[in-house]
């Protein structure tokens, strides 16, 4: 989980970077930022009157603009969607409203074709799909699911759980 400020210069650094993932607090911290400095600027503006400080609140929001695209783009990537979906940007309030519901999706754990999951090791990863897939009623995520997911061999993704996890999936083997 980021920071507000290692999430500030984590956006800048990557600004024109629209490849890899991005984590909802790294989005959401720039996103934070950004509106900040948008709206001061702006009501400092309206206040004072001043027709200068209207070029530097178009110049400050042109600057905010271009890592807002980069971290968007990768938050979609994070929870497996392509950029294409960015494009709802484009339609006023329903397509902001749907944006902002994907954007707040959780992070699509293991590998995608964006990149990997940075926030976890492949064990952590395992044994969290593992124990939503005992949640769930062992309907989703067996061994060979989490080793796709993963991009690892069955016996690797296996050798990830806890001993208690492993003790469980070889009953359940034996069962079946």
Known sequence: ???F???IAQAFRRCWDFDGRATRSEFWFYFLFAELCAWSLIMLTVVTRAKALGVVTLIVNTVLLFPMCSVCTRRL???GLALGWRRLALLPILGWLILAVLLCRPSYMGVNRYGSWESATEQ???RRLYE???KDGGRAHTIADIAARL???RATAFSY???DQQ???RVERDAS
């Open 1 to 3: 989980m980021a920071g």
């Open 5 to 7: 400020l290692p999430a």
């Open 77 to 79: 990537h994070d929870s």
């Open 124 to 126: 952590q990863i395992a």
């Open 132 to 134: 939503r897939r005992r």
């Open 151 to 153: 991009g690892v061999s």
């Open 161 to 163: 759980l806890d001993p």
């Open 167 to 169: 003790r469980q999936v």
